[in-house]
């Protein structure tokens, strides 16, 4: 499943509701080793900050279910 933020949306929300936003929607679709987040059709109204709001989200969204992912993997022994 892949999550496509609104380009509007963007422009519009702060860096903090952005991160939010993407936390929420992906925690949502129930598998996050299956969803993507994208952003197409943005232009030049959309500044890199919003670009790196998001980014740093899909990022740090990564490196929790990872480290869920190791520390249920150490539950099984």
């Known amino acids: 499943m892949n999550l496509r933020l609104d380009p509007v949306s963007m422009t519009r929300w702060t860096n903090t509701e952005i991160r939010n936003t993407v936390r929420r929607l992906v925690r949502a679709s129930d598998n996050p080793w299956l969803t993507g987040v994208c952003c ?3 232009d030049h109204t959309v500044r890199d ?3 790196c709001a998001m980014l740093d989200a899909v990022a740090e969204l990564r490196e929790e ?3 869920q992912l190791g520390s249920d993997m150490n539950n099984c022994t």
């Open 49 to 51: 900050e919003r670009i």
């Open 40 to 42: 197409i059709n943005m």
């Open 65 to 67: 279910y990872l480290t």
